[in-house]
């Protein structure tokens, strides 16, 4: 009788407990983004500034032009590809802080190889580029990877490192091989690259905008790393690994690989999005380009609870923050400091509710067991 009834109500139970852990996934960081805005919001009032109206230029000057609109998809299209590497190697347990450099990479490879093939035919070379930047990033990935699975080295670290390196490397190359040639007759010495060839360059999907067909990339890419993740035998032991590398290894999976490859695919993707920047925005590799994407893609995926299709919002939101936060300075006057504090209080709220998330499912799991067992 009592397994009669014990099976009866574990199903209930565990659906019930599914939607409440789902709400709180949810609710956790929408809470966090929240909190932030209404801190933010006092620093408004002590510079005498309306919140009201800084927060309403906000929303206008993300979404309520068809350029504020179109602006903050070009911004949430490399956060969607970044983010996407992210959910990768967290799923995996490890924590990838090298996106910026990766970027740096993916774009570098992408803008030597269009320059040593502007010959080629469009339909083969622009695909290739975006090859190279997955090629570049990986690289850049793959190093601190395999220190980590070989020896055991702390990712954090070594992908800050790697940031480093990366960024020196550009600025080498800028000011040297890879420098404008029109610039250096100039005599302007611009640390920037030779225009890529016409036929990279991604299709502008709107006249007079910088909306270009990256998007579609990156809709297409968070589609393919949900099914890689829940749909292949991989992407399990990938997840499996970031559960529990205990028990994953007790049952034949090889953690150290998975780790090594999730943060190798993690690099691919943030390559990927710094060729797509480049190809799609500024049409040559230019310093700063990748514009705080690295470490604000970690915090999407955060918020879009390091699921690929929860990090489409994610992106959105944080492009349109992005957007809205330069219309809202011009709007109610406000230093650039300000608006770079309302950004990193965000940042720290939502990174800071995923310890939150964490805690209250562990709870909410242990009340299912306990519940289960009587």
């Excluded at 408004?44 to 109206?53: C, F, G, K, S």
């Excluded at 490890?94 to 502007?118: E, K, P, T, V």
């Excluded at 100039?186 to 299709?203: I, K, Y």
């Excluded at 390091?306 to 809205?324: D, E, Y």
């Amino acid at each position: 009788m009592f397994g009669t009834a014990l099976a009866t109500s574990l199903p209930v139970s565990l659906t019930r407990h599914d939607w409440k852990e789902s709400g709180i996934r949810f609710l956790v960081p929408v809470t966090g983004v929240a909190a932030a805005l209404i801190v933010s919001a006092l620093f408004l009032l002590l510079l005498q500034a309306n919140p009201l109206a800084a927060y309403g230029a906000m929303l206008r000057g993300a979404l309520g032009t068809t350029f504020g609109l179109t602006q903050t998809l070009v911004k949430a299209t490399p956060l969607l590809l970044v983010g996407l590497g992210i959910c990768i190697a967290f799923r995996a347990s490890c924590i990838n802080i090298g996106g910026r450099g990766q970027m740096i990479s993916g774009a570098l490879l992408a803008a030597w190889f269009s320059l040593q093939a502007s010959h080629w035919p469009g339909w083969l070379l622009t695909p290739s580029l975006v090859v190279m930047g997955f090629a570049g990033g990986a690289v850049w990935g793959f190093v601190p990877g395999v220190l980590k699975a070989r020896y055991n080295v702390n990712e954090i670290l070594t992908t800050v490192m790697m940031n480093s390196i990366a960024l020196q490397l550009m600025n080498f190359l800028l000011q040297g091989p890879l420098m404008d040639p029109a610039g250096i007759e100039a005599g302007t010495f611009l640390m920037q690259s030779a225009r890529l060839p016409e036929q990279t360059r991604l299709v502008r999907l709107i006249p007079r905008t910088l909306l270009h067909s990256g998007i579609f990339l990156a809709l297409i890419m968070a589609v393919v790393v949900f099914f890689f993740l829940w749909r292949t035998t991989v992407g399990y032991r990938i997840r499996a690994t970031g559960l529990n590398p205990n028990a994953s290894r007790y049952s034949g999976i090889a953690v150290p690989f998975h780790q090594a490859l999730s943060l190798t695919l993690a690099g691919g993707f943030a390559g990927m999005a710094g060729a797509v920047e480049v190809m799609g925005v500024h049409y040559r590799l230019i310093e700063g380009f990748t514009s705080g994407y690295g470490f604000t893609g970690i915090v999407a995926a955060l918020l879009g609870w390091l699921h690929p299709l929860g990090l489409i919002p994610a992106s959105m939101f944080f492009g349109a923050l992005l957007v809205g936060a330069d219309t809202m300075q011009r709007a109610v006057q406000v230093p650039s400091a300000l608006v770079s504090a309302i950004l990193g209080l965000v940042v720290l709220f939502v990174s800071g509710s995923a310890v939150w998330t964490r805690r209250w499912i562990e709870k909410a799991r242990a009340g299912v067991r306990v519940e289960a067992a009587e």
